[in-house]
C-alpha cells in the first residue's frame, strides 16, 4: 500500500498520460524506477521513512512492554 501511495502522491499514477498498453507499461515502468531512485536517494541521505499508524490499543500499552521480542 505504502508503494501504491507514493506512485500516486508523487508520480501520478491515479491516470495514464498515454492510451494504449505499450505506452501505458513503459510509463508504469518508469515509474517503478523513479520511485526505486527516490528510496535509494532517502536511505543514502538518511531520510526517516513515514511513522506508521498504531491502533489504539497499541498505544494504550506501557513504553517498556515488547511484543515477540520487539518495542
Do not use: M, W
Not at 54 to 65: I, K, M, N, V, W
Amino acid at each position: 500500500e505504502g508503494t501504491i501511495s507514493q506512485g500516486v502522491g508523487r508520480c501520478g499514477l491515479r491516470k495514464s498520460r498515454y492510451r494504449g498498453l505499450a505506452k501505458t507499461s513503459l510509463q508504469h515502468q518508469l515509474t517503478g524506477a523513479a520511485i526505486n531512485l527516490a528510496r535509494i536517494d532517502a536511505h543514502l541521505t538518511g531520510t526517516p521513512r513515514a511513522r506508521t499508524r498504531t491502533s489504539h490499543f497499541a498505544a494504550l500499552r506501557p513504553a517498556d512492554q515488547t511484543i515477540d521480542g520487539a518495542k
